[in-house]
């Protein structure tokens, strides 16, 4: 079973410059998630998806961040413009029914770097 | 609003000796409680969870964790480091059942020492 895919793996960009993120997750998982995790912190929620439909974005910032989930599979992370301290590493997360015993399976992230 | 709590940022062993990661939460709701590691430049995987019954929680790799409701912790244990435990580790508490939503700890960096 292949995992979540993510790319870029790395990105490089200059403030106020524009980036986007891409994000498919395991066949089958109707719950997908996106988390930011700025150096020497934990994950924080961005954004939570149930099939192509919005559950929880309450902690994106919703000024400059944008997401979707066409057709209720592949998903993009958009920032625009960046700030500096929006560098971190991006995760993106499925599982196939948003409950607790239905663990989140997570790809290897996008590291932003923001100059 | 659930929190958690990771005492220690940086925790070394030498191969061989018990590891120990400290994670403390808190909840208004019932707790249902993970740990994570993450391997440099990779995603977070599953160690283990708590969600109902036994309070002692087994999990990959050797690992195991004990639910403490009256120390309101989740302590991280394996009786025996290996060199390839060493990695970052992070405690999580879901926001209940029905909802999905992970808070993490900020995280322990575990070095195992030769």
């Known amino acids: 079973e292949a995992g979540v895919a993510q790319s870029p793996r790395y990105k490089i960009i200059e403030k106020r410059q524009s980036v986007a993120f891409w994000c498919n997750p395991i066949s089958g998982h109707a719950t997908l998630y996106w988390y930011q995790q700025i150096l020497g912190q934990g994950p924080k929620l961005l954004i939570q998806f149930q099939n192509n439909g919005v559950v929880d974005d309450s902690q994106l910032p919703k000024d400059r961040f944008s997401a979707e989930r066409l057709k209720g599979v592949d998903s993009t992370l958009k920032i625009q413009p960046a700030k500096l301290e929006d560098s971190a590493v991006y995760l993106c997360?499925?599982?196939?029914?948003?409950?607790?015993?239905?663990?989140?399976?997570f790809g290897p992230g996008t590291r932003l770097t923001v100059l | 609003a659930q929190s958690v709590t990771q005492l220690g940022s940086h925790v070394s062993v030498s191969e061989g000796a018990l590891v120990l990661l400290r994670c403390n939460y808190s909840s208004s709701v019932p707790p249902y409680l993970f740990w994570y590691v993450q391997y440099p430049n990779q995603g977070l995987q599953l160690l283990l969870k708590y969600t109902t019954g036994a309070t002692l929680v087994k999990g990959i790799n050797g690992f195991e964790a004990e639910f403490k409701k009256s120390e309101t912790s989740f302590h991280l244990t394996k009786p025996s480091a290996h060199m390839s435990d060493a990695a970052e580790y992070f405690c999580a508490v879901s926001d209940g059942p029905s909802g999905s939503r992970l808070t993490f700890g900020e995280g322990t960096q575990l070095t195992v020492n030769p």
């Open positions: 997360a499925s599982s196939s029914v948003a409950h607790i015993y239905n663990e989140q399976f």
